[in-house]
């Protein structure tokens, strides 16, 4: 089954506010935490990202992914500085203010492009919820500059029309898939095509970034841990309603674990395990 959902909000900011990043404070108890990844997916800027006037993370490139964060729940004031800047003397590249994380959400910040070209952070809620033994979850997000596209599975389209910043989510056997992404309603293939290995009881969210300028990229994140009783089923190749493959090629992403717990937080929006 496939449904297209909106993000859970698209909040304005340049290029480096994507790092709805955290200031890693020590873990309160679970009912106060959020999981919270980051994405950097605005090519050619590589960033400082301050909250609440503290450098949380140096030098964040593009195509980078961090590892899942507990975060307290909370507001912060979010900043980003061309990389190496003195933020005492230099206006932030971006910056949103009171940026919320509420406690339970399992979430990705994207900091991305437009369909027109501008940076956007845009948080995601990720789908934590359980999938039938032997199956697996895909979820395909448009974070590129680009007009709307299709996704494709052995040729076939299995997600229509998907816009900036539109996301679309499919369960299928768990396997290996064939998938490539077109400008929606042609032949014309702008990524891709390439194999995805979906791990049963996983959600693998792939998201298409970039722009034309410097070419379009795919990143791939996997959140487990979502196996219906009884797991481990094995599944052959994957596919759709009728072993059709799923959406979107991958590119392996660099996961820059953001390291230790120094760092300092913020808050977005719904469940995860």
Known sequence: MSTVRRPLAVTAGAAGTFALLFAATPAMADSHTATVSILHGVPGVTVDVYANGEELIPDFAP????DPLSLPAGEYDLAI?????????????AAAEDVAVPAGANATVVAHLTADGAPVLTPFVNDV????????RVTVRHTAAAPAVDVR???TVVVPGLTNPNE?????????ITADVTLAGTDTVAI?????????????IVYAWGNGDAGYQLAVQTVSGMHSSPSGVPGGSAGLTDDSGLPLPVVAL???GLGAAALGARRLATSRG
């Open 63 to 66: 195509g980078t992914l961090t």
């Open 81 to 93: 500085y061309p990389a190496g800047a003195d933020p005492s003397s230099t206006e932030p590249a």
């Open 129 to 136: 919820s359980p999938v039938p033994a032997g199956e697996a």
């Open 153 to 155: 599975a052995g040729g």
């Open 168 to 176: 679309a989510s499919l369960v299928v056997p768990a396997g290996t």
């Open 192 to 204: 891709g095509p390439a194999d995805l290995a979906l791990a049963e009881g996983t959600n693998t």
């Open 254 to 256: 660099s996961a820059l």
